[in-house]
């Protein structure tokens, strides 16, 4: 059983920066997908980047490119998400997730889909102008 506890997000005005973590706990192999995700009100939960966890091939959704960056601490077992130059429309609330079992082959990356079985809890984000 793995689970998932997040921490940061909070306001922020638009143009500023915020950094989410996710720790990890329980057991997990050397390789496996993570992400992040976020879901604001009335909208479709949308994955925003991913990473291979011990191979670190990321993947980006067009509206975060260039502006937040999804890295992990292996020693903290922490997943972490970077959010520059924050737009109103970034905000939502954010959610981690993990999928011990999916692997990656051929040096693709993890696809952002609702499949993961693991999530955190949420938090949220607000960026005002």
């Known amino acids: 059983q793995v689970q998932l506890v997040e921490s940061g997000g909070g306001s922020v005005q638009a143009g500023g920066s915020l950094g989410l973590s996710c720790v990890v706990f329980?057991?997990?192999?050397?390789?496996?997908?993570m992400a992040w995700f976020r879901q604001a009100p009335g909208k479709e939960r949308e994955g925003l980047a991913t990473?291979?966890?011990?191979?670190?091939?990321?993947y980006y959704h067009d509206s975060v490119k260039g502006r937040f960056t999804i890295y992990q601490d292996n020693a903290k077992r922490t997943l972490h998400l970077q959010m520059n130059s924050l737009k109103r429309e970034d905000t939502a609330t954010y959610y981690c997730?993990?999928?011990?079992?999916?692997?990656?082959?051929?040096?693709?990356?993890?696809?952002?889909?609702?499949?993961?079985?693991?999530w955190g809890q949420g938090t949220q984000v607000t960026v005002s102008s």
């Open positions: 329980g057991y997990t192999p050397s390789r496996y997908c």
């Open positions: 997730a993990a999928d011990p079992a999916r692997m990656v082959a051929g040096g693709g990356y993890c696809a952002p889909n609702l499949s993961f079985p693991y």
């Open positions: 990473i291979y966890i011990g191979v670190g091939t990321t």
